[in-house]
């Protein structure tokens, strides 16, 4: 038990649907982090918050938009995805986002674009 | 631009010793960091190396070199359970992990 979790698990969606992913951290850390892990690709972050506030967005689509209402918790809105997107979607906090702290990472969101 | 290598996998032996390299170029440097991931898992943290030399926590050891750019996580006495993908990420001066694709360990009896 890592203090991140993830839902759903995993999540099979339709280029037409919209869903969303959640992550909640029980760590009292002030950043998280989205990444992208694609098989046999590097990690790909995607966005920060530090402090409630988006401080990254690494030229990421638009049909991805991230919420963050507190530092507790962090939402991945998805909508008309395309297939290329399928992958494993990670969430991670840790202490400061401006700090070498350790990211704690949650167990993912296998997510399937039919 | 901002690189990490990693050999992609390595076959290893129960009960013996595999030395996992690392190679990073990045703007700056903050620190490295390894990651241990089974498959279907999480990330989870290893170790963190921001000096030169080497770094021991049990059966696992981390060495650093800033001037080669160069990093390799040592794994001693290997067990079953050490099977996974081990990632190597280097932080920049913006305080963001440059990622390695990972090495998957195969160990065998």
């Known amino acids: 038990e890592t203090g991140v979790t993830q839902t759903p698990r995993h999540l099979v969606m339709g280029m037409t649907n919209k869903k969303s992913l959640k992550c909640e951290q029980h760590l009292g850390h002030n950043a998280m982090y989205w990444y992208k892990q694609s098989a046999k690709k590097p990690l790909e972050l995607m966005f920060v918050y530090n402090f409630k506030e988006q401080t990254e967005n690494n030229s990421v689509p638009s049909r991805f938009s991230p919420e963050c209402p507190n530092s507790s918790h962090l939402f991945l809105h998805l909508h008309t995805l395309q297939p290329e997107d399928s992958a494993l979607y990670l969430c991670?906090?840790?202490?400061?986002?401006?700090?070498?702290?350790?990211?704690?990472f949650g167990p993912g969101t296998r997510l399937t674009v039919l | 631009g901002q690189n990490i290598d990693q050999p992609t996998e390595m076959t290893a032996t129960e009960g013996a010793i595999v030395q996992i390299n690392c190679t990073y170029q990045?703007?700056?440097?903050?620190?490295l960091f390894w990651y241990q991931q089974h498959a279907g898992e999480a990330p989870t943290f290893l170790s963190y190396?921001?000096l030169d030399g080497l770094e021991e926590k049990g059966r696992f050891s981390s060495f650093l070199s800033r001037s080669k750019g160069y990093s390799y996580l040592l794994l001693k006495e290997l067990q079953m359970k050490d099977s996974a993908s081990y990632l190597c990420?280097?932080?920049?001066?913006?305080?963001?992990?440059?990622w390695g694709a990972g090495t998957k360990l195969i160990i065998k009896p």
């Open positions: 990420a280097a932080m920049d001066s913006n305080y963001q992990l440059i």
């Open positions: 991670a906090s840790s202490q400061d986002g401006q700090a070498t702290d350790t990211q704690y």
């Open positions: 190396n921001v």
């Open positions: 990045t703007s700056g440097f903050n620190g």
